[in-house]
């Protein structure tokens, strides 16, 4: 029985993570997805909230009846550790990029020298999805473009809420509002 850990920040949760976790079924059967609580790292939404996003995009996107066990939960300090704890042997990690695979094959290497046991697994992230980041999320969103493509539908609206959008149910008074409030005050500044 393979048990593995598919972690990272979730800053916030994307289809480009959720690609990698439907895929991981195909060879572990339990899976841990690990929210990585790191206080020196300035995350957009706290603990507790990357959580319940990471809930929602789970929910949106894994119909309960088709997929393996599956569990979120945080951690804090070592992966290598987080996993012994948890009886984990494998690490899935998702490679976009050969700057992703630059610093993944270091990681992978670190967490083995760490404990021996643990393995890393690598996954290539579907091509259409290998330029969705959740830094690229979070800019188009302070844009106000539209992130709905690479996103679960209440994560998009948890972020809008979080950019201070006004909800008026009607998406183009939203970004004009939006929009005209940044422009007053930008102008304002300068
Ligand atoms: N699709 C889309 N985006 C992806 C992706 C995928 N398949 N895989 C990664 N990303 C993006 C994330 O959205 C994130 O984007 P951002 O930089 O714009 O926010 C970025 O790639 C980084 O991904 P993430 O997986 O969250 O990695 P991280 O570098 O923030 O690392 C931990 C998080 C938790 C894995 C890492 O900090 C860790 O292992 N911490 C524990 C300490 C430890 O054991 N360190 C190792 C020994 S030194």
Same mark, same amino acid.
């Given at each position: ?9 979730? +800053?916030?949760?994307?289809? /480009?993570?959720? +690609? ?73 990690? /998702? ?50 473009? +539209? ?44």
């Amino acid at each position: 029985m393979i048990k593995a850990i598919y972690c990272g920040t979730f +800053d916030p949760p994307t289809t /480009g993570h959720m +690609d990698i976790i439907k895929r991981s079924f195909k060879f572990c059967d339990e899976l841990i997805v690990a929210v990585g609580v790191n206080s020196s790292k300035k995350s957009m939404f706290n603990e507790q909230e990357r959580v319940s996003l990471l809930a929602m995009t789970l929910g949106e996107f894994l119909p309960a009846d088709k997929h393996p066990k599956v569990s979120i939960k945080t951690f804090e300090g070592l992966l290598a550790n987080f996993a012994k704890e948890q009886g984990a042997s494998v690490l899935i990690r /998702g490679i976009r990029s050969v700057s992703d695979f630059e610093y993944e094959i270091n990681l992978a290497g670190i967490n083995r020298t760490l404990d021996k046991e643990l393995e890393t697994v690598f996954l290539p992230t579907s091509s259409e999805l290998a330029v969705v980041s959740s830094s690229m999320v979070k800019e188009i969103a302070k844009c106000g473009g +539209d992130i709905k493509p690479f996103v679960a539908k209440g994560v998009a609206e948890e972020i809008t809420k979080k950019f201070g959008f006004l909800k008026t149910g009607d998406e183009d008074k939203e970004k004009h509002h939006y929009f005209n409030r940044h422009k007053r005050h930008r102008n304002h500044v300068i």
